[in-house]
């Protein structure tokens, strides 16, 4: 399905370099920002008290988020838990307070506010379980990464794979480098939009990909570079109609999500736009500069002995 067909090749690749010197100085700002500012982790790398609270109507998450944050918490997270009468309530840790006081406090104000407030349950998140969530992010990107390479290294070509994890790893350090900036809260849903966009992005480079085998096998006159452009060209309404319909689906969360969503649908919006520049200006010119030809991709048939069509069968040396 296409909205639009662009008869004449775009040339990417003549401005590859431009684009790469760009985004290699986007990808070090965000080095910079997450190794001196950090990242603003939420409750459940930090630890915190998580606290339920029951209402005998559907609750105001507007109101209880309002009522907490006026005792001092900048960083609360409230979000309905099972039904619209339960809300879950996500506090930081504070010093020198325990976490029953917390919960004790949290709760006269809810009260104070809504007489049917009922305290339902109270638990501490340790700092530990924050470091077991930590480990467990990163061995879930380094088995993504690994299953990347793998893949595409089977599919296509080594070069293509390795092209590709530099590509989203570029997208997944920018994600980390505008919350690390903007001290954004990067809570568990966040961590689930990274992996997500991992999976996004590579999807887009394997569109692309496809269609630089298949322009080579149909294309023997291009030289590589033309062949890039070629099949990014082709791909260039697919890739309109797929990260639209894809975006306005995330755009939605974002505006009407509530604060549950929100940071979770920016992540995405974030790997989703910076998806599509690394597909086209990363991925594919690093596949380019690795010295990916039609030889990698495009398999010699074997000839056959006394095959009439081979001009070199029964040839004198």
């Known amino acids: 399905m296409e909205f639009f067909r662009i008869k004449r090749d775009i040339p990417f690749m003549k401005h590859a370099l431009v684009f790469n010197a ?6 070090a700002l965000a080095v910079f920002f997450l190794f001196t500012r950090g990242l603003h982790l939420s409750v459940e790398f930090t630890g915190g008290t998580v606290m339920e609270v029951a209402y005998s109507q559907p609750a105001d998450l507007a109101r209880v988020r309002s009522t907490v944050s006026s005792l001092g918490y900048a960083d609360v997270q409230v979000q309905n838990f099972g039904t619209a009468r339960d809300v879950m309530i996500r506090l930081p840790v504070q010093k020198g307070v325990t976490s029953a006081q917390q919960s004790e406090r949290v709760i006269g104000a809810l009260k104070a506010a809504d007489s049917t407030a009922e305290l339902r349950r109270v638990e501490f998140v340790g700092p530990q379980v924050g470091d077991e969530l930590v480990h467990g992010g ?9 299953g990347i390479v793998v893949y595409l290294a089977l599919r296509f070509e080594w070069k293509f794979g390795v092209a590709a994890v530099i590509a989203n790893l570029h997208d997944v350090v920018i994600i980390l480098g505008f919350f690390a900036f903007f001290q954004w809260e990067f809570s568990l849903s966040v961590l689930a939009a990274v992996l997500a966009v991992l999976g996004y992005s590579v999807n887009e480079s394997v569109v692309i990909f496809d ?9 023997r006159r291009m030289n590589t570079h033309e062949v890039i452009d070629h099949a990014i060209t082709s791909t260039m309404s697919r890739t309109i109609i797929t990260h639209a319909s894809t975006e306005a689906m995330v755009l939605s969360m974002f505006f009407f999500g509530g604060p549950s969503l929100h940071y979770f649908a920016l992540a995405l919006t974030i790997g989703i736009l910076f ?3 690394s597909s086209v200006f990363v ?13 990698d991709l495009v398999k010699a048939p074997a000839r056959k002995e006394g095959d009439p069509n081979d001009p070199n069968d029964g040839a004198v040396v």
Do not use: D, H, P
């Open 22 to 27: 760009i985004s290699f100085i986007t990808f």
């Open 138 to 146: 990163l061995l879930a990107l380094g088995m993504v990464v690994l």
């Open 211 to 219: 269609r630089i085998r298949e322009a080579f096998r149909k294309f």
């Open 275 to 277: 998806g599509i520049y």
């Open 283 to 295: 991925a594919a010119a690093i596949a380019m500069w690795l010295g990916v030809k039609r030889e």
